[in-house]
C-alpha cells in the first residue's frame, strides 16, 4: 500500500492516515486528540474532519498503558436488570460526559466474586476510578484496589470506613425511619421482611435499623415477625402468607425491599386481604410502579440520582488532584401513601 493511500475501514486506519489526510505531522494529529486546546480551530477541526472521514480509532489501551491512566471509570452494580440502579448510572454517566470521560458499567449478579474479577478486569484496562454499589468486597478485590491507588467510591451504603470515599444513605437509619413511622402511625405487631442478611451487608443494616427502633418503642424482638427470603415477586408474595400463618396478630409488614412489598400487595389482593385493613404493607424504594398501585404504597425515597452525580464529582476532583476524602451521607424521606 502505498504512503500516501488511505487505508479502508477494514484495514484499521492509522494515525499516519489521518496526519496525510489533514496535511499535518503526527504530533498535530497527537494534540488534536488529546491536547486540542493547544492548536488553532482550523488545524484541529481538520484532524477531527480526517479521523472521521477514515474511521480512525485511536489506540486508547496502548495510551493508558503509557500514561497509567484512561478517561475511563468503572461502575459496578449488583444487577444491570435490577431498575434501582439505573437512576445511579445515569447520574454518574451524565456527570462524566460533561467531563469528556466515559463510564463503563458491569454486572457483578450480587457476586463478590465476580466483583472481584470485574475490578480485576477495570484495572486492567487502566480506568482512572471505580464507583462500587457494594461495601463488602473480597480480599482479594480490596488488595488490587490498594495496588493500584485508583479513587474508588461506595454507593451502597455510607460505612463507618470506607475503602476510599462513600456517597449513599444510611440502610440501619432509613430503616429504624420507617418503622418508627408505622409505629406512629398506631401499629404495634410489626413484621420485618428482607434479604438474606448473611450474604448481603445492606439487608444487614437494614435489619439492624427495625431492630433498632424496636429496642428505641420498648418493644422486644419477635423471631416469629422477622423473615429473610430470596429476591423477587413470588418471594413477596410467600413471604406474606408466611407471616401471616405464623403471626395472625401481625398488623403491618415493612419489606425491606419494594419487589418483595409489591409480591405481598398483589397476593393479598388475590386472597381478598384488604390492604391496610388486614394488614399495612411498606417498601423500601420509591420504584415508578407503587405510585401506580391500588393502594398505593408506603415507602422510603432514596435519592439514587443524586448519589450517582456526586460520586462522579467526588471522583472527578480526585483524578484531577484537588479532591479530599469525601463520606457524604445524602439521606432519604419516608413516603406515606395508602397501604399504610
Not at 500500500?1 to 484499521?12: D, F, H, K, L, N
Not at 442478611?197 to 433498632?212: P, S, V, W
Not at 386472597?271 to 415508578?288: E, H, N, T, Y
Amino acid at each position: 500500500m502505498a504512503e500516501g493511500r488511505v487505508r479502508s475501514r477494514g484495514q484499521g486506519a492509522r494515525m499516519r492516515d489521518v496526519a496525510n489526510a489533514a496535511g499535518v505531522s503526527l504530533m498535530t494529529v497527537s494534540r488534536a486528540l488529546r491536547e486540542p486546546q493547544r492548536l488553532s480551530e482550523e488545524t484541529r477541526k481538520a484532524v477531527l474532519d480526517a479521523v472521521k472521514k477514515i474511521g480512525y480509532v485511536p489506540n486508547s489501551i496502548a495510551a493508558n498503558l503509557a500514561s497509567n491512566r484512561s478517561s475511563v471509570v468503572g461502575q459496578i452494580v449488583p444487577s444491570i436488570q435490577n431498575s434501582l440502579y439505573a437512576d445511579t448510572v445515569k447520574g454518574s454517566a451524565d456527570v462524566l460526559r460533561t467531563a469528556g470521560m466515559h463510564l463503563l458499567l458491569a454486572d457483578s449478579g450480587y457476586s463478590l466474586q465476580e466483583e472481584e474479577a470485574l475490578i480485576g478486569a477495570f484495572l486492567a484496562q487502566r480506568v482512572c476510578g471505580l464507583i462500587l454499589h457494594n461495601t463488602d468486597h473480597t480480599p482479594r478485590a480490596l488488595q488490587m484496589i490498594e495496588r493500584a491507588g485508583v479513587p474508588v467510591i461506595e454507593t451502597g451504603d455510607v460505612p463507618r470506613n470506607p475503602i476510599d470515599m462513600a456517597v449513599s444513605y444510611s440502610n440501619a437509619e432509613a430503616a429504624k425511619a420507617m418503622t418508627l413511622h408505622l409505629a406512629a402511625r398506631g401499629y404495634r405487631r410489626i413484621a420485618f421482611v428482607s434479604l438474606d442478611t448473611k450474604i448481603n451487608r445492606r439487608a444487614r443494616e437494614r435489619q439492624r435499623g427495625y431492630l433498632a427502633a424496636l429496642k428505641s418503642l420498648g418493644r422486644k424482638s419477635d423471631p416469629l415477625l422477622m423473615a429473610e427470603v430470596g429476591p423477587g415477586l413470588t418471594s413477596g408474595a410467600h413471604a406474606m402468607v408466611d407471616m401471616l400463618a405464623r403471626a395472625p396478630d401481625i398488623d403491618a409488614i415493612f419489606f425491606a425491599g419494594d419487589v418483595l412489598a409489591i409480591g405481598a400487595l398483589f397476593e393479598s389482593q388475590r386472597r381478598g386481604w384488604k390492604v391496610p385493613g388486614r394488614v399495612a404493607i411498606a417498601g423500601f424504594d420509591d420504584l415508578d410502579i407503587l405510585q401506580h398501585t391500588v393502594p398505593r404504597l408506603t415507602c422510603l425515597r432514596l435519592p439514587r440520582l443524586e448519589i450517582g452525580r456526586r460520586s462522579a464529582e467526588a471522583l472527578l476532583d480526585r483524578v484531577r488532584g484537588r479532591g479530599e476524602q469525601v463520606r457524604l451521607d445524602l439521606g432519604f424521606e419516608v413516603i406515606q401513601r395508602e397501604s399504610t
